[in-house]
């Protein structure tokens, strides 16, 4: 069974960049079948999707977030990152991983859908 | 963005008791909704997506139904372990949002 394992720094510095790596073991990133999401929960608060990628570096980032976000892949260790520049205290948060199953399929692209497995999650803090 | 709403944010019940929620989206999502359980300190697990299909391994005691705009999870008889916080979230459009949020508390 798929199982992700986020992992990175948990003390960023304002106006820094923060970088995580999201490991897949049990199953190949390279599959076609998926998505690959970053989402993030403010202490206390609500769920915000980030961003997915698929295995070939098609990416797509919620618009809130896109000036700042880069998703990455590499498929040679099953492994994909984000990184968020120029963070904020607001940016303090667990970060997620997940797995995205391909919602609706136009001939040509298909949107993100649920999101099954999730890594534990990785708090990140940002302060100086 | 499409919007989502849920209700109640928060309500105590006991164990055996069947609970409802409701989640209300701003626009038509067709059926594109899933239903999420969190538990303090962990991550959210997915019980159903389409709605109303069922997560493999996932007790059938949870249900989902609804489409459209408005949709509802319910648990037909609550148990110690669905003491949690259950989001439900839209795949409809980008980007992908959760609703804000209903914490089942013991009473």
């Known amino acids: 069974q798929v199982q992700l394992q986020e992992s990175g720094p948990g003390l960023v510095k304002p106006s820094q960049t923060l970088s995580l790596t999201c490991t897949v073991s049990?199953?190949?990133?390279?599959?076609?079948?998926?998505?690959w999401s970053w989402i993030r929960q403010p202490p206390g608060k609500g769920l915000e999707w980030i961003g997915y990628?698929?295995?070939?570096?098609?990416?797509y980032y919620n618009p809130s977030l896109k000036s700042r976000v880069t998703i990455s892949v590499d498929t040679s260790k099953n492994q994909f990152s984000l990184k968020l520049s120029s963070v904020t205290a607001a940016d303090t948060a667990v970060y997620y991983c997940?797995?995205?199953?391909?919602?609706?399929?136009?001939?040509?692209?298909?949107?993100?859908?649920?999101?099954?497995?999730w890594g534990q999650g990785t708090l990140v803090t940002v302060s100086s | 963005a499409i919007r989502m709403t849920q209700s109640p944010s928060s309500f105590s019940a006991s164990t055996g008791d069947r609970v409802t929620i409701t989640c209300r989206a701003s626009?038509?999502?067709?059926?594109?909704l899933a239903w999420y359980q969190q538990k303090p300190g962990k991550a959210p697990k997915l019980l159903i997506y389409a709605a109303s299909t069922l997560q493999s391994g996932v007790p059938s005691r949870f249900s989902g139904s609804g489409s459209g705009t408005d949709f509802t999870l319910t648990i037909s008889c609550l148990q110690s372990e669905d003491f949690a916080t259950y989001y439900c979230?839209?795949?409809?459009?980008?980007?992908?949002?959760f609703g804000p949020g209903t914490k089942v508390d013991i009473k």
């Open positions: 049990g199953g190949s990133i390279s599959s076609g079948d998926y998505y």
């Open positions: 626009q038509g999502i067709s059926s594109y």
């Open positions: 997940a797995r995205d199953n391909l919602g609706y399929c136009s001939s040509t692209s298909c949107l993100p859908g649920e999101f099954d497995p």
């Open positions: 979230q839209q795949y409809y459009s980008y980007p992908p949002v």
């Open positions: 990628i698929y295995y070939s570096g098609s990416t």
